[in-house]
């Protein structure tokens, strides 16, 4: 069973910058895809960035290219979300979670759906405003 708890989110400014962290108690993240998501009341859940077990795979939504970086830390059990130039779009909830991917990735094409992912956080808020 993997426990996910996110952190680092807050109140801030336009064009400012987050980090994002998503630290993992369990088994060990490394068989895991790790999906960074966003909740924003009005629309859909929407993932926002990925990155697969075998690291050099990741996946950024278009709204976020250039501004989001994802990376993980397998020995700390930890993943991270680098957010830059914030907009006021980007205000939402950000959950982090966990699909064991076998190296495939974890994006929508290659999973079709949020649902495939098997553990959750329960979110850390984000609030982009002047």
């Known amino acids: 069973q993997v426990q996910l708890v996110e952190s680092g989110g807050g109140f801030v400014q336009p064009e400012g910058s987050l980090r994002l962290s998503c630290a993992a108690s369990g088994p060990n993240l490394r068989h895991y895809g790790i999906g960074w998501f966003r909740r924003t009341p009005g629309k859909e859940l929407e993932e926002v960035s990925c990155?697969?077990?075998?690291?050099?795979?990741?996946y950024y939504a278009d709204s976020v290219k250039a501004r989001f970086t994802i990376s993980r830390d397998d020995a700390e059990n930890m993943v991270y979300l680098q957010i830059n130039n914030l907009k006021s779009e980007d205000t939402g909830i950000y959950s982090c979670?966990?699909?064991?991917?076998?190296?495939?990735?974890?994006?929508?094409?290659?999973?079709?759906?949020?649902?495939?992912?098997?553990?959750w956080g329960q979110g850390t808020q984000v609030i982009v405003s002047s």
């Open positions: 979670a966990a699909v064991w991917d076998y190296g495939l990735g974890c994006s929508p094409t290659i999973l079709g759906s949020a649902s495939k992912f098997d553990y």
């Open positions: 990155i697969s077990s075998r690291p050099d795979i990741t």
